[in-house]
Structures are given as structure tokens and as C-alpha cells.
């Protein structure tokens, strides 16, 4: 018995053309190779091995390819935002390199709300005549020339926007001024207070230069007239420029209705930042102008968006180690927070923030409503009692209805 399995064992292994088999016609395959039980005579015995070719399993799976048209004149808002000037219009540099006039996305690639509030402060007339506003211009040498026109051009589409808001006719003084002009300014007060500082930034060539701005509506000289001034570097290049400049002088504008909207009956005007915050909270302050100027100032609604985006972005990368903003209640704090223009990064966030939540205003009030809203400045004790007045909310109100847009776009815009 051992010798028959050692025998067969063996057999299993190795076969040898020639040795005998049973029966005839069989076959056996071993290691790849393939013997036949060939009858030879009486005997049978195996044959010459053959080369077994292997089984081949072949799988074909049919393949989808999807293939994407990137838009020639499309941008990432994380990147950079660079714009140019064309005979005074506004162009945007793509992110294929050339500059564009259009943005080739349809409205609907926006939300609803971002739609409804471009659509109310955009109206379709081209009219940018404003006889209730006079603009009266004092334009330094040293004022970059390529941004004269476009600062006029946006100023009069402000003012054309917003002529109807003034009951009677008002002249605004507009300041354009540089870093050289440090000696001119000291003659004028405001202008002092409040430029000195970015000059030096800009004398210093460590950051992008940029537009800063201010404006107001107050009495001088026993005469109530509004105040712009626009500053910037004397050696200004759009191509290495802050991305929110477009939107400084409509911005400044603003500031202009909401104090006219405040002291039109002669209001006194509070005795502290506090007293001012409670009638005019600092996200309506700044992120209202910033409503107001960045649905208007772009020439189209994709740049539009875009730029708020940005704002919201970078807003946010700056002050991320303060409030966080992972929650539509944490959104409420932040709001409640930047009513203060204190801390610092409730003054930064109130821009971003308030853009959002004057959008969803606008949206959901319409241009009628928000012009309610600053009406009410004229005489209601507080913003809450504003709000109230006009579009029917409490503040407390207004803050939970607004907030799950408002946290929804800094979701889909987290750095």
C-alpha cells in the first residue's frame, strides 16, 4: 500500500512520455503541460506533452467621458480679483489671463435672494441724471487720472439711484487726494482726522495699495451739505490694487443717504459711539454701504456675487481666531457682536457680515422696505424700534429670519 501511493503521488507530479497509462483517449495536465493516453499496439502509453495556452478572461467596461467647458471669462474669487479700466468702465481680469466686460453665467447659477436683491437695486433704466444732487469736485494733480472718470461715473450712478430720496436738492463735496497732498489736507479738518494714517501705509509700499473713503452729511457753516473724499497712492497700479476698490465710491455715497436719512429733521446727533451704534448699529453702518456697493458697483451679477464672496472669504480669514461661525446661532452672536464697532474684529466683521444680512433685506423687502427702514432714522429711538416700524421685525426677529441665508454663504465661501 505505501508503494502504490508513493507511485501514484509521484505520478501527479511528474509524467514521462512513454510510461503506461489507462485508459487510451485519456488525458492528464500537469503543470501547464497536457499528456494524451495514446494506444500504441497492445500497450497504451502517454504522449508527448503539449503547451496548455492559458484562459484569458477579458472584461470590457464601457466608459463615460464627461467633458467640462471652463467659461473663457470665468474667476475664482479666491484668487485674485483684478480689474481694469476701459475708456473709464469697469473689466475684470479672468483667471484664462485677458480681461472681460461680461460674465457669461446665467442668473440662476445664483440663489434666489441674491438674484431678487441685484434686481431691486439694479433697475433697468441706463438714467444717470440726479438733479436733487450736486456734486461740487476738488481734485488733486496727484490723483491717479485713469480713476477720475470712473470715480465721477459711479458717484452719478449713485447719486441717480438715490435722487428720489432727496426731498430737496443737496450738494456733496467730493475730495480726491493722495499721500502728496499731506500739507493741502491740513487745512481741512475732517480730511485731516481721517487720512494721515492710510497715507503713511502707502508711503510705506508694504501691502497692496488701496481706496479708502468717507463720507457723511452734516451742517458747516450753518449750511447741511454732504462730504465725500476718496484717497489713494499717487502711484497706483490696478494691476497691484486692494480687490474692493471698485465699490469705495458708491460705498461712500451711502454713508451720505444714511446721514441724510438721519438728520433730514434735524436730529441731535448722539453724544457717544454708543448712543450713534444704538440707532445705527455698525453692521448697518458699514455692511449696509456694503450691500448697497457691492450689488452695484460690478457691472454684472456674476461679479457681483463674486466680490461679495470675497469680502466674506477674506473677511473671515482674517478674523477667524475670534467668533466662531459654524452655526446659524453663532451667526446671531456675531450679529449681536458688530452692532459695537469695538473690538477690531467686530469693525472687520461688521462690513462682511451686515453686506450679507442687508442683502437678505433687500431680498426679502425690497428696495421700498430698506427705504422704510431709513426713514425711520429720522425719529425712532433705536434701530430695534426702526426695524419694527417699517419692515415689522424686532431686531431679535430680524437676526433669526436673516440668519440662516447669512450662514449659508459663509459656509460656501469658508477659506
Not at 494524451?36 to 499496439?41: D, E, I
Not at 467633458?67 to 483684478?82: C, H, V
Not at 495699495?209 to 502711484?235: M, R
Amino acid at each position: 500500500m505505501l508503494a502504490l501511493a508513493a507511485s501514484s503521488t509521484s505520478a501527479s507530479v511528474s509524467l514521462k512520455p512513454g510510461s503506461s497509462c489507462s485508459p487510451a483517449g485519456a488525458t492528464k495536465t500537469v503543470k501547464g503541460l497536457k499528456y494524451t493516453c495514446v494506444k500504441n499496439g497492445k500497450k497504451s502509453t502517454w504522449g508527448a506533452a503539449q503547451l496548455v495556452s492559458p484562459t484569458t478572461t477579458t472584461t470590457t467596461t464601457k466608459t463615460t467621458t464627461t467633458t467640462t467647458t471652463i467659461p473663457a471669462d470665468s474667476l475664482s474669487y479666491k484668487g485674485t480679483m483684478i480689474y481694469g479700466l476701459n475708456n473709464g468702465v469697469l473689466t475684470r481680469k479672468a483667471d484664462s489671463g485677458k480681461y472681460f466686460e461680461t460674465d457669461s453665467r446665467s442668473a440662476s447659477a445664483f440663489s434666489a435672494i441674491r438674484q431678487k436683491a441685484y434686481s431691486e437695486l439694479n433697475p433697468t433704466s441706463a438714467d444717470t441724471s440726479h438733479p436733487n444732487v450736486e456734486f461740487i469736485y476738488d481734485i488733486r494733480p496727484s490723483f491717479p487720472a485713469a480713476l477720475v472718470s470712473h470715480s465721477k461715473r459711479e458717484l452719478d450712478a449713485a447719486a441717480a439711484l438715490w435722487n428720489s430720496y432727496f426731498t430737496t436738492k443737496i450738494k456733496v463735496y467730493v475730495s480726491l487726494v493722495t499721500e502728496q497732498d499731506r500739507e493741502y489736507i491740513k487745512s481741512d479738518q475732517w480730511l485731516q482726522q481721517n487720512l494721515p494714517g492710510s497715507f503713511t501705509r502707502f508711503e510705506a509700499k508694504n501691502e497692496r495699495p488701496f481706496i479708502t473713503g468717507g463720507g457723511g452729511f452734516w451742517e458747516t457753516n450753518s449750511e447741511w451739505t454732504g462730504k465725500i473724499y476718496l484717497g489713494t497712492a499717487s502711484y497706483l497700479d490696478l494691476a497691484y490694487i486692494n480687490f474692493e476698490w471698485p465699490q469705495v465710491a458708491r460705498h461712500e455715497f451711502f454713508h451720505v443717504v444714511q446721514d441724510y436719512a438721519m438728520f433730514k429733521n434735524r436730529r441731535s446727533r448722539p453724544s457717544s459711539q454708543s448712543e450713534y451704534n444704538k440707532l445705527q448699529p455698525q453692521h448697518f453702518r458699514e455692511g449696509g454701504a456694503n450691500a448697497v456697493s457691492f450689488i452695484t458697483a460690478f457691472r454684472n451679477q456674476g461679479w457681483s456675487a463674486d466680490a461679495i464672496d470675497w469680502l466674506l472669504c477674506e473677511r473671515r480669514r482674517n478674523n477667524q481666531s475670534w467668533l466662531p461661525l459654524n452655526s446659524t446661532d453663532n451667526v446671531i452672536k456675531m450679529m449681536i457682536a458688530t452692532e459695537q464697532s469695538e473690538p477690531n474684529q467686530a469693525f472687520e466683521m461688521s462690513y462682511a457680515i451686515g453686506a450679507v444680512m442687508y442683502e437678505w433685506l433687500i431680498a426679502t423687502y425690497g428696495l421700498d422696505g430698506f427705504k422704510k427702514l431709513l426713514d425711520q432714522l429720522a425719529t425712532a429711538p433705536s434701530f430695534n424700534v426702526a426695524l419694527q416700524n417699517s419692515i415689522g421685525l424686532t431686531q431679535t426677529a430680524f437676526y433669526e429670519k436673516s440668519a440662516p441665508y447669512v450662514f449659508s454663504v459663509f459656509e460656501a465661501t469658508k477659506p
